[in-house]
């Protein structure tokens, strides 16, 4: 009962995780105008946004070690609504940068924290639904703004009631923040048998486990910032058919991770794996050799592939490093993750300007073999330290 609780109080915190990340491409039209700069200074501000999340998800073990997930969730959503309020009383460009590092330093805790204790105390279906939540967060932001709109209202407004949301949803946290000792303890009771209490810790393997959470994002990343560009530049799509076909991916995603949410404890992590990076990798040839009238399709294929990765990662943490050490590496796998995400979709820009957007599916194929090899050699590293540790415990007897 308590658990059932506290994955919808996780649950909808993840939805209002989502729900800036949407926004700001969607106000953006109206925003810099207001704000006196430039159309491509919205860059400045998500890379400042990442910026503050990779330095919040290094710190999270750290805090985590002395507070509870449950106070730093809550603390941490508290700093995504002032930020979130602050941005709809800003008139300045400067105060919005200042504002994005607050937001940015917020959602890296949350998407930390709630990670790492979905991945300890509930099983693989409950990471891929609560990522799906969050796909479910990124489409309510577009239809709010545009509903705010509509009725003669400004971006300014459409900021102030995320806020307002981010809000209720902090002092929703605060409220049940007994439920996380109560069902974390029964949980914990439920999963001793399957989240070994002494697994060993491979240092050398951290360094491909975060090399596959860079590699996955940036592929993901530059999909969805560039899928569109390149459907009007390449396949000859209007703009206008080229934003719906681009959005085909991110509904792709959500049926990926709803269907890894059904089928993901009968098959388990590695399975669901194979499945997304196959799934990815014959997207990848189709957009690269079919006919431009499959691309929508192929778009949405790969969405689908992508679906099941990020969760299925995240969901080994434990399993692989243990549960002793499995928020300092999810910190450090968050923090790969968001400078992938911040770094390689502007690299892609640059070097689609000066040769041609039709590199995508190459670009898109190299990250893919960098993340499956990366995490092929974690995965190998791992086994043969327990098989080395079984070996030896054999012989001390």
């Not at 700093?79 to 994005?100: H, V």
């Not at 309510?140 to 949803?169: A, D, K």
Request: glycine fraction near 10%; include cysteine.
């Amino acid at each position: 009962m308590f658990s059932l609780l506290l994955a919808a109080v996780i649950y909808i915190s993840f939805i209002s995780l989502g729900l800036p990340d949407s926004m700001l491409g969607a106000a953006w039209p109206m925003m810099y105008s207001d704000l006196g700069v430039p159309v491509s200074y919205a860059g400045f501000i998500s890379m400042t946004v990442c910026g503050g999340t990779v330095v919040s998800s290094i710190l999270y073990s750290r805090l985590s070690r002395r507070i509870p997930t449950g106070i730093i969730t809550a603390v941490s959503v508290l700093l995504t609504a002032l930020a979130l309020l602050g941005f709809s009383f800003s008139s300045s460009f400067w105060m919005m940068i200042a504002l994005a590092v607050i937001l940015g330093l917020g959602a890296g805790a949350v998407d930390a924290g709630l990670n790492n204790y979905v991945a300890l105390h509930f099983k693989a279906r409950a990471m891929s639904f609560l990522h799906a939540f969050w796909g479910l967060g990124t489409t309510i932001g577009p239809f709010l703004l545009s509903f705010l709109l509509s009725r003669g209202y400004g971006w300014h407004e459409g900021y102030r009631v995320l806020g307002t949301m981010q809000l209720i949803v902090c002092i929703m946290l605060f409220a049940t923040l007994p439920l996380w000792k109560i069902a974390g303890k029964a949980d914990n009771a439920e999963q001793s048998s399957s989240l070994p209490e002494n697994n060993s810790f491979c240092r050398k393997a951290v360094i491909p486990a975060i090399i596959g959470f860079f590699g996955y994002c940036s592929m993901e990343n530059t999909a969805m910032i560039w899928s569109a560009t390149f459907l009007v530049e390449t396949r000859g799509f209007s703009e206008s058919l080229a934003a719906i076909s681009a959005g085909v991916l991110f509904w792709g995603m959500t049926a990926g991770r709803l269907f890894s949410g059904i089928v993901s404890d009968r098959l388990g992590d590695r399975k669901m794996l194979l499945i997304g990076e196959t799934a990815s990798l014959i997207a990848i040839l189709l957009i690269a050799f079919m006919p431009a009238r499959l691309s929508v399709i192929a778009l949405f294929l790969l969405g689908f592939g992508f679906g099941p990765i990020y969760p299925a990662m995240i969901h080994q943490t434990p399993e692989y490093f243990g549960i002793e050490r499995s928020s300092e590496i999810m910190g450090l796998e968050m923090a790969s993750a968001y400078v992938g995400s911040m770094f390689i979709p502007p690299v892609f820009g640059m070097i689609g300007r000066r040769l041609s957007m039709d590199i995508f599916p190459a670009f898109a194929l190299f990250f893919l073999i960098l993340h499956t090899g990366a995490i092929a050699t974690k995965r190998r590293m791992l086994e043969h330290q327990r098989i080395a540790s079984v070996t030896e415990g054999r012989s001390e007897e």
